[in-house]
């Protein structure tokens, strides 16, 4: 059984950082790119970042370059999001996805974490 389980949301005030971290299981973990997405109320949801398995490779979202940074850990299957200089805009729901390499077909997503971010 697949399952990829967010935690580490909340809410934090303006200027400040929230760690996000993703349990996965029940899948080839290092035969998946994995990503974050976020989606905020009445908004399409969108990609936020992303890390493959060819040497680290990492892509973000304009909006979140020299903010955010994607890790992953092969050992503990885990996919982490470190969130700095959070703004109100940040404020989302926030998703795990993985991508098989192989297949298109083979995707899972998390259930999410909600971030808030206010004074």
């Known amino acids: 059984q697949v399952q990829l389980v967010e935690s580490g949301g909340g809410l934090v005030q303006p200027g400040g950082s929230l760690r996000l971290s993703c349990a996965t299981s029940g899948f080839t973990f290092s035969a998946y790119a994995m990503s974050w997405y976020r989606q905020a109320p009445e908004k399409e949801r969108e990609l936020v970042a992303t890390?493959?398995?060819?040497?680290?490779?990492?892509n973000y979202a304009d909006s979140v370059k020299g903010r955010f940074t994607i890790s992953r850990d092969y050992t503990k299957k885990t996919v982490s999001l470190q969130m700095n200089s959070l703004k109100p805009e940040d404020t989302a729901v926030y998703y795990c996805y993985a991508q098989s390499y192989v297949s298109t077909h083979e995707k899972y997503w998390g259930q999410g974490t909600q971030v808030t971010v206010s004074s």
């Open positions: 890390i493959t398995t060819a040497a680290g490779s990492t």
